[in-house]
C-alpha cells in the first residue's frame, strides 16, 4: 500500500519538497505525479522544519544543491 511510506521524510528524500534557507519547506525539484502526492505536498508548503538550526543548515543546503543536480540529470531507469 503505497500510503503506508507517505511521509514528510519520504517526501523529502525523494524531492519532492525541500527545505529553504530560512527553513520553511517549499516544493522540490521532482514533480508530483498524483493529485494524492500533489495535495499531500501543498499541505506541506510554507510549514517550518523543527529539525532546521545553526547545525544542520549545511546539510539544508547540500541536500537542495544534490536534488536539483539529480533532476538536471537524472540517472536512466535501467540504471537504478
Not at 519538497?17 to 521532482?30: A, D, F, L, S
Amino acid at each position: 500500500m503505497a500510503a503506508c511510506a507517505l511521509g514528510c521524510d519520504a517526501v523529502y528524500e525523494r524531492g519532492y519538497i525541500k527545505v529553504n534557507q530560512q527553513g520553511v519547506i517549499e516544493k522540490g525539484p521532482r514533480p508530483a505525479m498524483t493529485n494524492h502526492l500533489t495535495a499531500f505536498v501543498e499541505d506541506l508548503v510554507g510549514k517550518d522544519v523543527s529539525a532546521f538550526t545553526e547545525h544542520t543548515v549545511k546539510y539544508f543546503a547540500w541536500h537542495r544543491k544534490w536534488h536539483n543536480q539529480k533532476i538536471q540529470s537524472p540517472t536512466p531507469a535501467h540504471v537504478q
